[in-house]
């Protein structure tokens, strides 16, 4: 779903900006290895939320940004 969905959505002239972040992400949290691990079973649903939170206020302001 990761793969369509950021192709009906974003602007095709950002596109690939929005690809880079995602692989990033994986890249560098990758070597990190399982949250469960590190953090607890428990906390990981929180962390998620907290995940998406973030996003949804750091999105709008970079979507408002003249790069």
Do not use: C, K, N
């Not at 990761?2 to 900006?17: C, D, F, H, K």
């Not at 998406?52 to 790069?67: D, I, K, L, S, T």
């Amino acid at each position: 779903m990761y793969g369509t969905t950021p192709q009906s959505r974003v602007p095709a002239e950002v596109l690939a900006r929005v690809g880079a972040f995602g692989g990033l992400g994986a890249f560098a949290l990758g070597p990190a290895g399982s949250p469960a691990d590190r953090i607890g079973a428990g906390a990981v649903p929180a962390l998620g939320a907290l995940w998406h939170v973030g996003a949804g206020v750091v999105v709008p302001a970079v979507r408002r940004q003249r790069w």
